[in-house]
């Protein structure tokens, strides 16, 4: 395209370095952004495993519940081989429970943990940024220290690249 008008093709070089510094500017607003997101569509995914933690377990405070373990796609290779690529997501959705006429029946959600795998984001935290969501709240956020505290539970997996949760037997 040629543009003949002096003052046109001024207009048009602003308008395209207005769209390049507009585009850059918020290319590196978002640039290291370590919030992990909220996992939508979380159980569409792989059903990993259940359990519940009862009274008495060693992490029963703050994790006394049902927990359902849920995996996306990325994350499934990591269960078969145990390393898991960057952008793998593990869910724990864990729910209170109460003992029904011998049964045990889940009751409100206590809080949503998510763990993301991205070895450039989270060099601090063996490659996994981690997040709690609170009840069934989509923004109330329970981490606090970048993860720090998760993450020093999950050192004890290093050998599993800091995953709980291994493929169903």
Known sequence: ??????????????????FLFTLLFNLSAH?????????????QWLHVKSMIIEPGHALANPFQ???HVYANQKAQTGLENGKYPNGSILVF????????DKSIQEKERKLIGVM???????????????????GNS????????????????????KGHDYVFSITRQ
């Open 1 to 18: 395209m040629k543009i003949a008008n002096t003052g046109m093709r001024k207009k048009v070089i602003i308008g395209v370095e207005s």
């Open 31 to 43: 640039a290291g952004d370590t919030t992990v997101p909220y996992p939508q569509e979380y159980r």
């Open 65 to 67: 519940g049902i927990h």
């Open 93 to 100: 959705d864990l729910l209170a429970y109460e003992h029904n």
């Open 116 to 134: 993301v795998k991205d070895d450039n984001l989270y060099k601090n935290t063996g490659g996994w940024g981690f997040e709690g969501f609170a």
């Open 138 to 157: 989509r923004s109330k956020r329970l981490v606090t220290d970048n993860g720090a505290a998760c993450f020093s539970c999950h050192t004890a997996q």
